[in-house]
């Protein structure tokens, strides 16, 4: 029941706490980490150990914490210590891959801006799922490459009025907040990646052409990007993981273009999901 | 920890963002008058789920509002260690503990807050107004809005949601003995009034210089007609789409005479009344 979608990795229920002693990289109260380890807590329902890319123990706090809410956060933080762990990149990033290649688009954003909303509007224009909230990169003999992961889409209900999808049909999601799981068409093969796109969705409103549209990112603003998309940045240091984080985000900045893309807030989500697709397709 | 923050604190539509861009006018006197679109204090970015989702270990959105309450104080910690002014925040939160017994704006963070309080008959149209409500359904949630059930304030996701309770626990939370920094409080009747003399003496108590006549220039700057017609002209980002009016509305002492129901505001006003009295609100906002 609790696993992740990665190759050789052993995920195990543990009914005693880790016994874990310092130094670290990263002392905070619920949160500790160094090379090889991260160490984690969310107070009421489990501890989390996370080591060397390939074990995670997970001490659950509370009886009533149920299998599927370990899960739920088994796929957030956790995942992204182990990706870093793999020197891997793990971008907070839906990615998505368009109706005629097998090239795979990232979306991403900061949270509330609306990146899960696009995606489930580009899906519903034809586009495939592969990732919803953390998207893994790595090189491939030089080559980016983005993994498979969670192919359910987590929407508040509010969007799902927006996209018009029958919120009585859709299961909730695990974790404390009621967002509604969406299942649109996945794709699970690795692919290279063709861009990674920025969405960025400004608060104020009546914004001219020229504060609208597509921007390119490039050289050190790229890097600097893909830092701050990383899932979870703290870790990059915490876990010594800056070295490998530069070299993929160096590559990344020489293969694949990278755009923000600024969205009038008055936007639809299927009008942003046009605009990706005019684009992209 | 490097610099410590200032807390701009009010229930919502008592005069907080008229404060901020007096402050912005005040601290950035060539950049005057400023845009407000543009206010360049009280925006320290530990509201939004941007940075929490950042800095925190797990996303506010997988939380409830007890766990995110647990990991504020490291946000605001790891946070200002990448700042090297002091930095002012705008909060409309209660000021409570988290489940650990800690204060959500620990001691060590925050040096100082200024509280305004605004009449709450006048609070209560304006409220109204920006949250897209009746003033039966604001009246409710500034009296108790663990009553309101599940349907939620008109709030922008990207930011934390507010706790800001009802009029009386938030004031009262605001005056908690307590509290681990320095308040300097205010009413809003007063701040509109006698503007030279209150805001002089809150700004100088937080610590800052300035001449008079510095003040009364970032004052004029900041004047509500100024301000309308900013909005007017070019429209306020921080209007919630569904707003019922402009941000800027109408400012008045004594607005909520005229616009409340009869009886909306003698329940208001009966229910309220020990705290009006402390306030030295006798019959009504004058």
Same mark, same amino acid.
């Given at each position: 029941?609790?696993?992740?979608?990665?190759?050789?990795?052993?995920?195990?229920?543990?009914?005693?706490?880790?016994?874990?002693?310092?130094?670290?990289?990263?002392?905070?109260?619920?949160?500790?980490?160094?090379?090889?380890?991260?160490?984690?807590?969310?107070?009421?329902?489990?501890?989390?150990?996370?080591?060397?890319?390939?074990?995670?123990?997970?001490?659950?706090?509370?009886?009533?914490?149920?299998?599927?809410?370990?899960?739920?956060?088994?796929?957030?933080?956790?995942?992204?210590?182990?990706?870093?762990?793999?020197?891997?990149?793990?971008?907070?990033?839906?990615?998505?891959?368009?109706?005629?290649?097998?090239?795979?688009?990232?979306?991403?954003?900061?949270?509330?801006?609306?990146?899960?909303?696009?995606?489930?509007?580009?899906?519903?224009?034809?586009?495939?799922?592969?990732n919803d909230d953390?998207?893994?990169?790595?090189?491939?003999?030089?080559?980016?490459?983005?993994?498979?992961?969670?192919?359910?889409?987590?929407?508040?209900?509010?969007?799902?009025?927006?996209?018009?999808?029958?919120?009585?049909?859709?299961?909730?999601?695990?974790?404390?907040?009621?967002?509604?799981?969406?299942?649109?068409?996945?794709?699970?093969?690795?692919?290279?990646?063709?861009?990674?796109?920025?969405?960025?969705?400004?608060?104020?409103?009546?914004?001219?052409?020229?504060?609208?549209?597509?921007?390119?990112?490039?050289?050190?603003?790229?890097?600097?990007?893909?830092?701050?998309?990383?899932?979870?940045?703290?870790?990059?240091?915490?876990?010594?993981?800056?070295l490998s984080h530069?070299?993929?985000?160096?590559?990344?900045?020489?293969?694949?273009?990278?755009?923000?893309?600024?969205?009038?807030?008055?936007?639809?989500?299927?009008?942003?999901?046009?605009?990706?697709?005019?684009?992209?397709? | 920890?490097?610099?410590?923050?200032?807390?701009?604190?009010?229930?919502?539509?008592?005069?907080?963002?008229?404060?901020?861009?007096?402050?912005?006018?005040?601290?950035?006197?060539?950049?005057?008058?400023?845009?407000?679109?543009?206010?360049?204090?009280?925006?320290?970015?530990?509201?939004?789920?941007?940075?929490?989702?950042?800095?925190?270990?797990?996303?506010?959105?997988?939380?409830?509002?007890?766990?995110?309450?647990?990991?504020?104080?490291?946000?605001?910690?790891?946070?200002?260690?990448?700042?090297?002014?002091?930095?002012?925040?705008?909060?409309?939160?209660?000021?409570?503990?988290?489940?650990?017994?800690?204060?959500?704006?620990?001691?060590?963070?925050?040096?100082?807050?200024?509280?305004?309080?605004?009449?709450?008959?006048?609070?209560?149209?304006?409220?109204?107004?920006?949250?897209?409500?009746?003033?039966?359904?604001? %009246?409710?949630?500034?009296? !108790? @809005?663990?009553? +309101?059930?599940?349907?939620?304030?008109?709030?922008?996701?990207?930011?934390? =949601? &507010?706790?800001?309770?009802?009029?009386?626990?938030?004031?009262?939370?605001?005056?908690?003995?307590?509290?681990?920094?320095?308040?300097?409080?205010?009413?809003?009747?007063?701040?509109?009034?006698?503007?030279?003399?209150?805001?002089?003496?809150?700004?100088?108590?937080?610590?800052?210089?300035?001449?008079?006549?510095?003040?009364?220039?970032?004052?004029?700057?900041s004047s509500f007609?100024?301000?309308?017609?900013?909005?007017?002209?070019?429209?306020?980002?921080?209007? %919630?789409?569904?707003?019922? !009016? @402009?941000?800027? +509305?109408?400012?008045?002492?004594?607005?909520?005479?005229?616009?409340?129901? =009869? &009886?909306?505001?003698?329940?208001?006003?009966?229910?309220?009344?020990?705290?009006?009295?402390?306030?030295?609100?006798?019959?009504?906002?004058?």
């Amino acid at each position: 029941m609790l696993t992740l979608p990665l190759e050789a990795c052993e995920v195990t229920l543990t009914d005693q706490a880790t016994e874990l002693l310092g130094p670290w990289r990263l002392d905070r109260p619920h949160w500790k980490a160094r090379r090889g380890l991260m160490w984690i807590r969310i107070p009421g329902l489990a501890e989390y150990t996370v080591r060397d890319g390939r074990q995670v123990e997970i001490y659950p706090l509370s009886n009533e914490a149920s299998a599927l809410n370990l899960q739920h956060f088994l796929l957030s933080t956790p995942l992204a210590a182990i990706s870093l762990q793999r020197g891997e990149i793990p971008l907070h990033a839906a990615t998505l891959v368009s109706p005629d290649n097998n090239e795979a688009i990232l979306l991403c954003a900061h949270s509330g801006t609306g990146k899960s909303t696009t995606a489930a509007a580009l899906c519903q224009q034809g586009w495939c799922l592969m990732n919803d909230d953390i998207s893994r990169l790595s090189l491939q003999e030089g080559r980016i490459q983005v993994w498979p992961g969670v192919n359910q889409i987590r929407l508040w209900p509010e969007a799902c009025d927006l996209l018009e999808l029958n919120t009585e049909q859709l299961a909730f999601s695990q974790g404390m907040k009621k967002k509604l799981l969406w299942q649109p068409e996945a794709d699970t093969t690795p692919r290279p990646v063709r861009a990674i796109i920025e969405l960025v969705r400004p608060r104020k409103e009546g914004l001219t052409e020229l504060e609208t549209g597509w921007q390119s990112v490039n050289g050190s603003a790229a890097i600097g990007l893909l830092k701050l998309h990383t899932f979870r940045p703290p870790l990059i240091a915490a876990l010594e993981a800056s070295l490998s984080h530069f070299q993929i985000s160096a590559q990344l900045a020489q293969q694949v273009t990278l755009e923000r893309l600024t969205l009038s807030p008055e936007l639809t989500p299927q009008q942003v999901a046009a605009t990706i697709a005019e684009r992209w397709i | 920890m490097s610099t410590s923050m200032i807390l701009l604190a009010s229930y919502p539509k008592s005069g907080n963002t008229w404060l901020r861009i007096l402050l912005s006018n005040l601290l950035y006197p060539a950049e005057a008058p400023i845009s407000i679109n543009d206010i360049r204090v009280g925006g320290f970015h530990c509201d939004r789920r941007e940075l929490f989702d950042q800095l925190a270990p797990w996303d506010a959105s997988d939380l409830t509002q007890a766990q995110v309450d647990t990991f504020i104080p490291e946000v605001y910690r790891e946070a200002l260690q990448q700042r090297q002014q002091p930095v002012y925040l705008k909060t409309h939160d209660k000021a409570r503990r988290n489940p650990q017994g800690e204060w959500i704006f620990p001691g060590d963070c925050v040096s100082a807050a200024i509280h305004i309080v605004r009449h709450p008959l006048d609070v209560l149209p304006s409220y109204a107004k920006h949250f897209g409500l009746s003033h039966a359904e604001a %009246l409710e949630c500034m009296l !108790a @809005p663990e009553q +309101r059930g599940s349907k939620p304030l008109l709030y922008d996701k990207r930011r934390l =949601p &507010e706790q800001h309770g009802s009029w009386k626990e938030h004031t009262a939370s605001w005056q908690d003995p307590e509290l681990p920094f320095p308040v300097y409080r205010a009413r809003y009747e007063d701040l509109r009034r006698n503007p030279q003399q209150e805001f002089g003496r809150l700004l100088r108590a937080i610590g800052l210089s300035f001449t008079e006549q510095e003040l009364a220039t970032a004052l004029e700057y900041s004047s509500f007609q100024a301000l309308q017609q900013q909005e007017s002209q070019n429209g306020f980002k921080e209007r %919630l789409r569904k707003s019922a !009016a @402009p941000f800027f +509305r109408k400012g008045v002492i004594g607005s909520g005479r005229q616009e409340v129901e =009869p &009886e909306l505001q003698q329940r208001l006003l009966d229910t309220l009344a020990p705290e009006l009295a402390a306030w030295e609100y006798l019959s009504g906002p004058e």
